[in-house]
């Protein structure tokens, strides 16, 4: 199998629905790199009838591939027996997936599921949550955790919060990775704070890895302290890094995950996990709410995503062909390190090159993504194979190289 460039002359089609789309559409993401049409497994088709092989999974949402047969089937059934009911009712896929995800995250006694729509609403909950324990929240230097108000101001890049000021009080960032930094601050705020957010691995900011020894001191601090370890798990959890929350490959258990992107597999669905009964009592009735949170359709696609990760063996799949690009990649000219675990890898180059990759990258046929000057960023499908996986290796080795090593193809 191999791909070949698409060229000027397969993009006609393509050239005026993104004048269409910007003409309609709000111009909050510049311009499209394509209009896509449609997808199978780890392959979408743009609108000219080009193939791409998808490393970005719609930004570590389509955890099964596209269109996968048994996550349709489950909608297409939802969809025919129920699919919303408000939140005066409930349904037993919303049941269920509460019950699935306490048991996928070896929750204790008294923990609690709430349901929302994104990740950005699930770290709103956790927000909340944190301001039923004290007024401060401590966040990373580096942190993405969405781009409401309340998840803004919990989110780093000063870029993204400088047009919306005054965003909310008492949120302190520190540096990723310094334990007595997190320390100090832990002591600033004293009795005031109300809990620590990160995100296991750092994933808007370039995949970077928070370090085992920070986790645990995260951990030991706020429960000495009394406040919240809300982990941010809405690109790490589900899968994406071959354990089914990223924590558990630290041996550490938050009291507050957040989750969203994989979750649904491509149906909008975000949740917050609440670890024991204090965290899972802290938000009580008409404390918090959402129309479309727990609705049977998304908790069905969810459902079925999770069936398909245990069921086809993914946990092993993802470590498998995560592994298999790590060693591969890291031998690539240019490349000075891949960071990351199972399928969410940071590649890591010897230039500020990475928009120029992925742009070559599209026009060859592959979607990457590039978070920030010098990465590359792959979050590919759960169910990405060895054989599609030495496709992308086998690009860098030649032209995506070259591009970061000489400039040019
Ligand atoms: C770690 C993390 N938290 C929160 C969000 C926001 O999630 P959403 O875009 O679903 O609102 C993202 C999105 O990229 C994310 O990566």
């Known amino acids: 199998m191999s791909l070949t460039s698409h060229g000027e002359a397969g993009l006609e089609r393509g050239r005026v629905d993104t004048q269409r789309y910007e003409h309609a559409v709000m111009g909050t993401f510049g311009t499209p790199l394509r209009v896509l ?20 999974g719609g930004i570590a949402v389509n955890a099964l591939g596209h269109a996968h047969p048994a996550w349709v089937a489950a909608i297409a059934a939802q969809a025919s027996t129920l699919a919303q009911a408000s939140n005066f009712f409930a349904t037993e896929p919303q049941i269920r997936l509460a ?24 770290n709103e909950a956790a927000f909340k949550m944190s301001r039923k324990v004290g007024g401060t929240v401590i966040a990373l230097e580096g942190g993405f955790h969405g781009r409401s108000m309340g998840a803004l101001s919990m989110t780093h890049k000063e870029a993204l919060r400088a047009p919306f000021a005054p965003l909310l009080e008492r949120v302190v960032f520190v ?31 370039g995949v970077r890895p928070v370090t085992h020894a920070y986790l645990e001191a995260a951990r030991a601090l706020t429960l000495r302290h009394g406040a919240l370890l809300i982990l941010d798990e809405v690109q790490t959890g589900v899968a994406r890094t071959g354990a089914w929350f990223a924590h558990q490959l630290h041996g550490i258990q938050p009291d507050v995950m957040t989750l969203a992107k994989g979750l649904g597999g491509g149906f909008p669905i975000g949740a917050v996990v609440a670890f024991g009964e204090r965290a899972g009592a802290l938000l009580g009735k008409g404390d918090h709410g959402s129309t479309f949170g727990g609705n049977a359709l998304a908790c069905a696609a969810a459902l079925a995503t999770l069936d398909v990760i245990e069921a086809d063996g993914l946990l092993d799949n993802v470590k498998a062909v995560g592994e298999h690009l790590r060693s591969a990649l890291a031998d690539v000219p240019g490349v000075v390190e891949v960071r990351g675990e199972g399928l969410m890898l ?31 960023r792959l979050v590919p499908a759960l169910t990405l194979s060895t054989a599609e996986a030495d496709l992308f290796i086998e690009w860098m080795a030649g032209p995506g190289s070259r591009i970061i090593t000489e400039g040019t193809a």
């Open 37 to 56: 049409a449609r997808g199978e497994g780890s392959w979408v088709w743009d609108a000219d009838g080009n193939r791409y092989l998808d490393l970005l």
């Open 346 to 376: 940071g590649i890591g180059l010897a230039a500020p090159a990475s928009a120029a990759v992925a742009a070559a990258a599209v026009d060859a046929g592959f979607i990457i993504n590039p978070p920030s000057p010098d990465t590359i």
């Open 175 to 205: 540096p990723l990775n310094d334990v007595d930094a997190l320390e100090a601050a832990v002591a600033d705020a004293g009795e005031d704070l109300g809990g620590v957010i990160l995100e296991p691995i750092q994933g808007e900011t």
């Open 99 to 122: 019950e699935r995800l306490l048991e996928l995250a070896q929750a204790p006694a008294g923990s609690r599921v709430f349901f929302a729509n994104s990740g950005t609403e699930a």
